[in-house]
């Protein structure tokens, strides 16, 4: 456990580097008529190896905001850059590719392809990428065994309960090894004790690996396992808080 | 992504649906039979008219007469077009032509022992015989060097007949002499080996022993009612009989009345025909029949390849149909993709190839229908169906429906188009479709 404490000090002391800087970043939605401003003006940024928890209502532009980050939505105004890659500029060709190599999504409704047995959705992403059969075959392998499904390889999503499904999804947005997953209210259809192993399997995968997780979520008790916990309210940043997260060793021992 | 990729999820997706899939790949089936049996159909009348004008005769030859110095039509730089030796050389030279020969013809008599038989015999240049491609049955053509040689129609053997016991040619199934073995003379004498009518009486005709090396294999077309021998011999026997019947001497020869002419490509017969007639001769050729006959059945194939047009194109629309409603189905799935980092190309790529694949299985399966149809048509069907369509085009053969190979793959091939084309738009629109809309859509 010495080599978990270590890495946290590293994350937060040492490893400053910004990844993601989000520059004056406003969104307007038109409907029908009228407009609804999603994001005010926002600017923040964000480290290599944090864990960074976005806490917000519904409708408060949580979402907005990390659509925007992952390149599926375009600000209405601002610069956003990821590793200084201006990600508001790319077309969507460009863009697409970008999130294959660089990043991971993990969803509420987990969106798994309901014909493809586990392992193939899990190498849905490596498929997509070009990845030859074994070699993909064998890190589909690997993260099932990691998320803690094995032999579950062939079964379909319809025959697994929701936390395995989102066991799946998540190995599917860990395979490719991206700098960034994106979690957008991740354990929104999962029961207490549920939420807190997928929490507690997310956040350890992404420490080990060195790589930077943002959560999007409204409950509370999933901030505790941020470094910085971000409060969004009618489009704007209302707080930034850094903390220390949650010790998951105290529960676990 | 990879194409074995990209073909194993296409295969899934389809299987995923199969009932749809399933109507789908029938409307292209329905449609892929309907063209290419209503094809076969229009190629077997085609086929049907040549079988029928071949059997008349060489759709190769092409058979030329001079205008016998009339001032009718055939005029050459003012002149009055000659058929001699020169214009002979020149047809040979005509792009196409593979063999030319003046032809002469002569009625004689043939006699073998106390059988006889009256027949027309043509003279031709004996070195390009072998060219005109008649097919023998038995013996060989003429050529070069032949003099009291015949070759002979596979009808004229059972053409003779004892003129003591019966009047004139009598038809018989088994041929009365052996041509090629049996000595044989001929002669212009009309009246060989019975009485002649008294104002003949004098005349003293030669008679000369001739050989009969061939007989032709055709029964149907008019070669098998002719003789031929070589064309000197026949102008030799001519001038005898005009000396012999002491008919004033002809001016000095002002060419030959008719020609034959060979033409290797059945395509060139018309071209190498107006070519000739240019020249200043009237041609005629089985092949004239055969173009007008040929209009008439793809006229008749058109109309049917139209129809079956028009249920291939239904089945495209059925395709479109079912990729669309493939779209609003997937929709949550094409978005998800698109964030888990599918290319727009592969999004393309897999809607393309599902359509593509109806296309392409119905048209397999289209086909082995179609084969199966025709084969019934020209077996157990065949007189139905050949009673019917001789009715429409006038006549019908052995076969109703024929499939050329072509005809199979462009099939196929045509199908699978038909599928990508009506894959296209769903295609786009799935590539277009928002990542983030299609999230929202729960």
Redesign the interface.
Same mark, same amino acid.
């Given at each position: 456990m010495s080599d978990l404490k270590n890495h946290i000090k590293q994350d937060t002391k040492i490893d400053r580097k910004p990844l993601i800087e989000v520059k004056n970043v406003r969104k307007v939605y038109r409907m029908g008529d009228e407009k609804v401003i999603a994001l005010d003006n926002v600017s923040l940024t964000i480290y290599k190896g944090e864990i960074v928890c976005f806490l917000g209502t519904s409708g408060s532009g949580k979402s907005t905001f990390l659509?925007m980050v992952?390149g599926?939505?375009k600000p209405t105004r601002g610069e956003i850059f990821i590793g200084g890659i201006p990600i508001h500029k790319l077309n969507? #060709?460009k863009i697409?590719?970008f999130?294959?190599?660089n990043i991971?999504?993990i969803?509420q #409704?987990y969106?798994l392809?309901t014909?493809?047995t586990a392992m193939e959705n899990i190498s849905?992403?490596l498929?997509?990428?070009?990845i030859?059969?074994k070699k993909r075959n064998k890190m589909a392998k690997d993260m099932l065994k990691a998320v803690g499904l094995k032999g579950y390889e062939n079964r379909k999503p319809s025959q697994m309960s929701g936390g395995q499904q989102q066991r799946v999804g998540i190995a599917? #947005?860990l395979v490719?090894k991206p700098k960034i997953i994106f979690a957008d209210e991740p354990t929104g259809n999962l029961d207490t004790n549920t939420t807190k192993e997928v929490m507690k399997l997310i956040v350890n995968m992404v420490m080990d690996n060195n790589q930077t997780l943002i959560i999007v979520t409204h409950d509370r008790s999933i901030a505790d396992y941020a470094d910085k916990v971000v409060t969004i309210q009618d489009g704007n940043i209302l707080n930034v808080k850094e903390q220390n997260k949650k010790d998951m060793c105290k529960e676990e021992c | 992504? $990879?194409n074995?990729?990209l073909f194993g999820?296409g295969i899934? $997706?389809l299987l995923?649906r199969k009932t749809r899939t399933f109507l789908a790949v029938i409307g292209v089936v329905v449609g892929t039979c309907a063209i290419v049996v209503m094809l076969s159909i229009g190629f077997g009348l085609s086929a049907n008219f040549q079988e029928q004008i071949e059997s008349y005769g060489n759709l190769h030859l092409i058979d030329i007469y001079s205008n016998g110095g009339m001032m009718m039509g055939g005029m050459n730089n003012g002149k009055p077009a000659v058929l001699d030796d020169k214009a002979i050389a020149a047809i040979e030279k005509i792009e196409g032509v593979d063999a030319a020969s003046p032809k002469e013809s002569i009625y004689l008599t043939f006699a073998i022992g106390k059988y006889i038989c009256n027949n027309e015999v043509i003279g031709l240049r004996p070195e390009v015989m072998q060219k005109f491609n008649y097919e023998l049955q038995d013996g060989r053509l003429l050529r070069t060097g032949d003099k009291y040689t015949m070759v002979m129609g596979n009808q004229i053997p059972l053409m003779f007949f004892n003129p003591k016991k019966s009047q004139g040619n009598e038809w018989s199934d088994e041929p009365k002499v052996d041509v090629i073995t049996n000595k044989m003379i001929i002669t212009a004498d009309e009246y060989y080996g019975q009485k002649r009518p008294k104002d003949e009486e004098k005349i003293t005709y030669k008679e000369y022993k001739t050989k009969c090396v061939g007989v032709l294999a055709n029964p149907n077309d008019d070669s098998a009612y002719s003789a031929f021998m070589p064309l000197d011999i026949v102008k030799a026997i001519e001038q005898d009989t005009a000396r012999a019947e002491k008919e004033p001497k002809k001016s000095k020869s002002t060419g030959y009345e008719n020609a034959m002419v060979y033409v290797g490509n059945i395509n060139d017969v018309e071209d190498v025909s107006n070519a000739i007639r240019d020249m200043g001769f009237q041609t005629s050729s089985l092949n004239d029949w055969l173009k007008s006959m040929q209009e008439t059945a793809n006229m008749i194939q058109g109309i049917l390849g139209g129809i079956g047009g028009i249920s291939l194109f239904v089945a495209a629309l059925g395709i479109t149909n079912t990729m669309i409603m493939s779209i609003y189905e997937r929709t @949550?799935?094409i978005g998800?993709? @698109?964030?888990?980092?599918? $290319?727009?190309?592969?999004i393309r790529k897999m809607f393309l190839l599902e359509a593509g694949m109806i296309g392409f299985i119905g048209g397999l399966i289209g086909l082995i229908i179609s084969f199966t149809l025709s084969l019934l048509m020209n077996t157990v069907l065949s007189e139905v169906m050949g009673q019917a369509l001789g009715e429409i085009a006038g006549g019908y053969g052995s076969t109703v429906s024929i499939i050329p190979w072509w005809v199979a793959l462009g099939a196929l091939g045509f199908s699978t188009i038909i599928g990508l084309l009506a894959g296209y738009y769903p295609a786009k629109r799935a590539m277009r479709l928002s990542?983030?809309e299609s999230?929202r859509n729960?």
């Open positions: 659509n992952a599926l939505e969507e #060709a697409t590719l999130r294959q190599k991971g999504f969803f #409704a969106h392809m014909m493809l849905l992403p498929i997509f990428g070009g030859e059969k599917r #947005a490719g | 992504m $990879n074995r990729d999820l899934r $997706n995923r @949550k799935e998800v993709m @698109k964030v888990i980092g599918a $290319n727009l190309t592969d990542a983030l999230l729960e």
